[in-house]
């Protein structure tokens, strides 16, 4: 008779802990003590609810054309690649162009605080 091969062992039972060692699947919780504070049920347990925020303020005109400028300049290049125009002067001038001023119109227009003696603005961050 051939002789058997042997026994498979599950995987991971090579690991041998000492006698009084837990293992790793051998942790178990503590049991809860009534400390008297209540904690809520999972059923219980409240949800915040954001308030609806305020609508955005209506941007002006040049604001729009800015905005227009920047993402229309980048997207009229990338047509004009896809349908293979012929890329004249006037075309890449209005695409580059629109590009750059829309970008500059709109960093010119950002507001900007000159006063560092703010530090009750929360929106500031960390003022170290």
Do not use: N
Request: glycine share 12%; charged share 25%; proline share 14%.
């Amino acid at each position: 008779t051939p002789p058997k091969p042997p026994e498979k062992k599950p995987l991971g039972s090579s690991v041998v802990f000492a006698p009084g060692v837990a293992g790793p699947r051998d942790y178990e919780l503590p049991e809860s003590k009534d400390d008297g504070i209540d904690e809520p049920d999972e059923g219980e347990e409240g949800h915040f609810v954001p308030p609806e925020p305020p609508p955005l303020p209506e941007a002006d005109v040049t604001a729009k054309f800015a905005w227009l400028a920047v993402i229309g300049g980048p997207v009229l290049m990338l047509l004009a690649v896809l349908l293979q125009w012929e890329m004249t002067w006037w075309l890449t001038t209005l695409c580059i162009g629109g590009f750059l001023g829309g970008f500059a119109t709109l960093v010119a227009r950002m507001p900007h605080d000159d006063d560092d003696d703010t530090y009750g603005d929360p929106g500031r961050g960390a003022v170290v």
